[in-house]
Nanobody, 120 residues
Framework: QVQLAESGGGLVQPGGSLRLSCAAS????????MGWYRQAPGKQRELVAT??????TYADSAKGRFTISSDNAKNTVYLQTDSLKPEDTAVYYC???????????????WGQGTQVTVSS
């Protein structure tokens, strides 16, 4: 099995920063991409940022404020969130496109999520 464990969420004031981490573990032979999504109450889950072979993409809402990075040796992806706004409040989920060692195909796995609350 493959597990993704997020950490780093919490309560922060508007304008503040948080660094989210997501570590993948298990029978992993290769990771094609990793990403961050978020889901606010009453809304659909939406893409925040992804990283593939060192190349990153961002949702318009994240551009200029959030930075995604990865440590391939640790199978870990990070999301540095700066200049946070109340509308950034959501559960943040990471996902990874992983090839398990016993299979030849890739599959997407999700973490359990970490709550980010931006409020004064």
């Amino acid at each position: 099995q493959v597990q993704l464990a997020e950490s780093g969420g919490g309560l922060v004031q508007p304008g503040g920063s948080l660094r989210l981490s997501c570590a993948a573990s298990g029978s992993i032979c290769s990771i094609k991409s990793m990403g961050w999504y978020r889901q606010a109450p009453g809304k659909q889950r939406e893409l925040v940022a992804t990283i593939t072979s060192g190349r990153s993409t961002y949702a318009d809402s994240a551009k200029g404020r959030f930075t995604i990075s990865s440590d391939n040796a640790k199978n870990t992806v990070y999301l540095q969130t700066d200049s946070l706004k109340p509308e950034d409040t959501a559960v943040y989920y990471c996902n990874a496109n992983v090839r398990k060692c016993e299979f030849s195909n890739y599959a997407v796995y999700w973490g359990q999520g970490t709550q980010v609350t931006v409020s004064s």
